[in-house]
């Protein structure tokens, strides 16, 4: 199985700055995703992180405001930029290891003031 | 469109056998995922389903009927460390993006009594 590592666990900001988030993966994966969960809700997709080529965005989310890195197989970045106290969630790094299973990183709580 | 249902809560007796149900309705089906999430935790990965019948792991096992759309969790031997939330979660290829994402179930908050 996968270990997912997250920077930061947590942060607190301020309303209209970005906040970077990093995942780390310790092995190489076909896959990763970004998630979010919103306090007292399951999760949702935000994005599909693909290695040196832009990300691939669900309905509801936009690159201007999630832009997404993935330079290599074991590594990704999703930055919230010019966050709204809506931004307030969880954020959740997925990788897929082998077609069975996914695994989940810690996940960033933030909170935006 | 897509839909997930579980629970919202249960609650089930220490040494006792509870049964998660989760039913579904999607565009299209390539597993069916079960995740443990405590409080202020990610979620853990549990089992996965992608034919037809149970599959065990020690004290759980899930099952999946696809031609019903129906899958549960079941957990033997409560502990109280079970306590936590239960997620379902569908791989929908024709749901956005790509074969492999997951629309998760809003989740099913379990207590384990004494």
């Known amino acids: 199985s996968a270990v997912i590592s997250q920077k930061p666990s947590r942060d607190i900001c301020q309303r209209g700055t970005s906040l970077t988030i990093q995942c780390q993966v310790d092995?190489?994966?076909?896959?990763m995703f970004w998630y979010r969960q919103q306090p007292g809700q399951s999760l949702t997709l935000i994005a599909t992180?693909?290695?040196?080529?832009?990300?691939?965005?669900e309905s509801g989310f936009v690159i201007d405001k999630f832009p997404i890195s993935r330079p290599n197989l074991t590594f990704s970045t999703l930055t919230v930029s010019n966050m709204s106290p809506e931004d307030s969630s969880i954020y959740l790094c997925?990788?897929?290891?082998?077609?069975?299973?996914?695994?989940f990183g810690p996940g960033t709580r933030l909170t935006v003031l | 469109g897509q839909n997930i249902d579980q629970p919202t809560e249960m609650t089930a007796t220490e040494g006792a056998i509870v049964q998660i149900n989760c039913t579904y309705q999607?565009?299209?089906?390539?597993?069916l995922f079960w995740y443990q999430q405590h409080a202020g935790e990610a979620p853990t990965f549990l089992s996965y389903?992608?034919?037809?019948g149970l599959e065990e792991k020690g004290r759980f096992s899930s099952f999946l009927s696809r031609s019903k759309g129906y899958s549960y969790l079941l957990l033997k031997e409560l502990q109280m460390k079970d306590s936590a939330s239960y997620l379902c979660?569908?791989?929908?290829?024709?749901?956005?993006?790509?074969?492999?994402?997951?629309?998760f179930g809003k989740g099913t908050k379990l207590s384990v009594i004494p």
């Open positions: 992180a693909n290695q040196g080529s832009e990300a691939t965005y």
């Open positions: 979660a569908v791989r929908d290829p024709g749901s956005g993006a790509g074969s492999y994402q997951l629309t």
């Open positions: 389903n992608v034919l037809d």
């Open positions: 999607t565009s299209g089906f390539n597993g």
């Open positions: 997925s990788a897929l290891g082998t077609p069975d299973e996914q695994f």
């Open positions: 092995s190489q994966v076909t896959m």
